[in-house]
């Protein structure tokens, strides 16, 4: 147990639907990472939260958003999906302070659209 | 914007024999950082470094940081089954930026 916790672990939708992943950040954490792993490729960033507010984004998708809530929880919201976003998504979290800190990585949300 | 390139993507050693992955930036970074991910699972942190021509040892492993902060390299020594696992590099320019993830290198360890 790496200390971040994501759900669901698995996810099969039909395409055209909205799912939300969920992360829990490790204790003490406030930066929270979102990245997508399609089949065999690397970590592709999506975006970043710190203590609630977004900090920097990636290649994301309009259809996709995110937020992070004053527990430091943070979702990760997918909408008119695709079969091309089908891939594992990651969150990671890291401690306060200037960077410079390895990230803690959850076990990922494998998301397959049908 | 900022890249970094990690090759190769694949490599196959038979156990015993050594490994390095190299990795690239298009631009200075104030840090990088070693990740492995096992197959099925998570990308583990396994190191950063931060200083001009730093290295760092860790068992068997090998890490490198270039003078002018812009490549890494990661080494084994005499691989084991254990080591199988993709490696990947994760570049920040600094600051609260978010790192910038190599594509990764593939490690077969054949017995």
């Known amino acids: 147990d790496s200390g971040v916790t994501q759900t669901p672990k698995h996810l099969i939708t039909a395409t055209g639907q909205r799912v939300t992943l969920r992360c829990s950040p490790r204790s003490g954490d406030l930066s929270v990472y979102w990245y997508q792993q399609s089949l065999d490729q690397g970590l592709q960033f999506l975006i970043q939260?710190?203590?609630?507010?977004?900090?920097a984004k990636g290649n994301i998708l309009e259809r996709f958003s995110a937020q992070q809530f004053p527990d430091l929880h943070s979702e990760l919201n997918l909408s008119s999906l695709e079969l091309g976003d089908s891939a594992l998504y990651f969150c990671a979290s890291s401690p306060p302070g200037p960077g410079g800190y390895g990230y803690t990585f959850g076990s990922g949300t494998r998301l397959t659209v049908v | 914007g900022q890249q970094v390139m990690q090759i190769p993507q694949y490599q196959h050693v038979q156990e015993g024999e050594d490994f390095t992955t190299y990795c690239n930036s298009s631009?200075?970074?104030?840090?990088i950082q070693w990740y492995k991910q096992r197959p099925g699972g998570h990308p583990v942190f396994l190191i950063q470094l931060v200083k001009s021509g730093e290295v760092k040892k860790q068992k068997r492993l090998t890490f490198q940081f270039g003078e002018a902060k812009k490549n890494s390299s990661l080494h084994i020594t005499a691989t084991q089954t254990t080591d199988v696992g993709t490696y990947f590099c994760?570049?920040?320019?600094?600051?609260?930026?978010?790192?910038?993830f190599g594509a990764g290198t593939r490690l077969a360890v054949h017995p």
């Open positions: 994760a570049g920040s320019p600094g600051g609260y930026n978010k790192l910038i």
């Open positions: 939260y710190y203590n609630g507010e977004e900090r």
């Open positions: 631009t200075t970074l104030s840090n």
